[in-house]
């Protein structure tokens, strides 16, 4: 039989903690229960302390200063690893995460799958908050599906089963987060580590009693996955290769202008649309070489030594760019009758990803 144990991190949960326990116990979910209190100075530790007292399966570790959520999940982890635990669940002690749902979490999660009790995924829904609540979490899913890429629906959950395998394979003391980013951090940690996700609908209902902490910390949480994108790999090679792009152009325009000024005072005999055209296919030649020569050196550090070949795809991915790129605006301007200017920014937009996703994922692939 697996062990499991419930991580609940409380600061003031006076008048929630207990029910909660009860709730969890009169389930009978197959798991332990660990408190983590922050010293409340409302007296929830000494609530779990007696009820410790009378159940061998709840336990309560005392901090002596509230130092965030991030903080009290990354104690209470330590704990349950070393206490030999194989399913660690993180929980809110308000009854926001509801109790039933605890048996399916425990059931989905498995060695290489993180479950998540998700708000976000058909069947799941949030009750009783206010209106800007609704805006502040869909705000910071979006922004931080889109920054960093993470492969769930609801990305800022709370309510989630983590296996020890996970928890050995990362560094819990390097986590950045030491408040509510660190659900998303946890989750970024996880995908990098080749881990899964499988997301069971939960209705996530305001808390009734006591109050929210999550107030003042948005600014916070918002700067860590911030730097957490800036951290990223992927996003530093799509910077990168934005920046080559935007040199390019300027190359592409210096040598054209340059090789027609040159031609044009060289060779008198020829006529003047000659020149454009031999300027334009010089310019062409050097700005995608130094394009593809700056993008293997810098954006993706390539070891390839097959250049020849390399270079060959990076001309096929353009040639996919180009191809996007008329499509796109195409579409845009003569079927959707939408303004040019909506037509050049999607095409670009869309060739763009395009040829960065096409050269990271194929051009330049690490094997
Ligand atoms: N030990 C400890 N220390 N516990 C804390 C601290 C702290 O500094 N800050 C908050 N908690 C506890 C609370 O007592 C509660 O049990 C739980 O962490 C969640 O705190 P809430 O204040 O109720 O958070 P919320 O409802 O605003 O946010 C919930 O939804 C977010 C997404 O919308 C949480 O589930 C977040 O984790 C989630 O990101
Ligand atoms: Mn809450």
């Not at 039933?100 to 009790?117: F, H, P, R, S, Y």
């Amino acid at each position: 039989m697996q062990k499991t144990l419930i991580i609940i991190p409380t600061y003031n949960e006076k008048e929630n903690i207990e029910r909660l326990i009860k709730k969890i116990r009169s389930l009978s979910v197959p798991a332990d229960i660990l408190v983590v209190d922050d010293n409340s100075p409302d007296g929830t530790g000494e609530i779990v302390k007696r009820l410790a007292k009378s159940d061998k399966s709840i336990h309560l570790l005392h901090r002596e200063e509230k130092a965030g959520l991030g903080k009290a999940y990354v104690a209470g982890f330590k704990w349950g690893m070393k206490e030999g635990y194989q399913k660690l669940i993180s929980m809110d002690a308000d009854f926001s995460h509801p109790p039933e749902a605890l048996k399916n979490l425990i059931k989905l999660c498995d060695a290489q799958t993180v479950a998540i009790g998700s708000r976000y995924t058909k069947g799941g829904k949030i009750t009783g908050w206010k209106w800007h609540r609704y805006i502040n979490s869909s705000g910071a899913n979006f922004a931080t599906k889109t920054l960093l890429r993470i492969r769930a629906k609801d990305v800022t959950a709370g309510f989630k089963c983590y296996p020890v395998e996970f928890l050995q394979a990362i560094d819990l003391d390097t986590i950045q987060a030491a408040g509510y980013a660190f659900q998303v951090e946890m989750l970024l940690l996880a995908q990098n580590a080749g881990f899964k996700f499988r997301e069971t609908p939960i209705v996530f209902a305001d808390r009734t009693a006591g109050e929210s902490k999550i107030q003042g910390e948005l600014k916070k949480s918002a700067q860590v996955v911030f730097t957490l994108a800036k951290q990223d790999k992927t996003n530093r090679q799509f910077i990168k290769f934005l920046l080559v792009g935007a040199i390019n152009t300027g190359v592409d325009y210096l040598v054209y202008y340059g090789m027609r000024f040159l031609l044009d005072l060289l060779l008198t005999s020829v006529g003047f649309q000659t020149i454009r055209q031999v300027a334009k296919a010089f310019s062409f030649i050097v700005s995608a070489s130094s394009n593809y020569t700056m993008n293997r050196i810098w954006t993706f550090r390539s070891k390839n030594r097959n250049v020849a070949g390399e270079a060959g795809k990076f001309f096929v991915v353009a040639l996919g760019g180009l191809t996007i790129n008329s499509i796109v605006f195409y579409l845009i301007t003569a079927q959707l009758h939408w303004r040019d200017i909506w037509g050049l920014l999607f095409a670009t937009a869309a060739a763009t990803l395009w040829n960065f996703f096409g050269n990271k994922k194929w051009t330049f692939k690490k094997t």
